[in-house]
């Protein structure tokens, strides 16, 4: 089992920028790719970006590509988001997901989840 907590979330102007955070425990943070999603209200769930078990290889959804960073440091079991211009389409729940292996995009191949984290942009 691994757990997920996320944190960092909270109310951001538009342009603005937030960094959420996802501490992880239980088995060996370096064994899994980490993923961030995220569900806006009415939306379904979305995904944002992934890093890979060493953190080498990312990957972003168009909507969020040059905005979002995502980065993981394995000594401390933590997988970051740097969001930066902020836009009131960026306002949801985001999760933070792991899978064994290499990341990915669907969300269905992602074991364990966070309870999630509330961002609101406002314009």
């Known amino acids: 089992q691994v757990q997920l907590v996320e944190s960092g979330g909270g109310l951001a102007q538009a342009g603005g920028s937030l960094r959420l955070s996802c501490a992880a425990s239980?088995?060996?943070?370096?064994?899994?790719?980490l993923g961030w999603y995220r569900q806006g209200p009415g939306k379904e769930r979305e995904f944002v970006a992934t890093?890979?078990?060493?953190?080498?290889?990312?990957y972003y959804a168009d909507s969020v590509m040059g905005r979002f960073t995502i980065s993981r440091d394995n000594a401390q079991n933590t997988v970051y988001l740097q969001m930066n211009s902020l836009k009131p389409d960026d306002t949801a729940v985001y999760y933070c997901a792991a899978k064994i292996g290499y990341g990915g995009t669907n969300y269905r191949d992602y074991e364990y989840w966070g309870q999630g984290t509330q961002v609101t942009v406002s314009s």
């Open positions: 239980g088995r060996t943070f370096s064994n899994y790719a």
């Open positions: 890093i890979d078990w060493y953190g080498r290889m990312t």
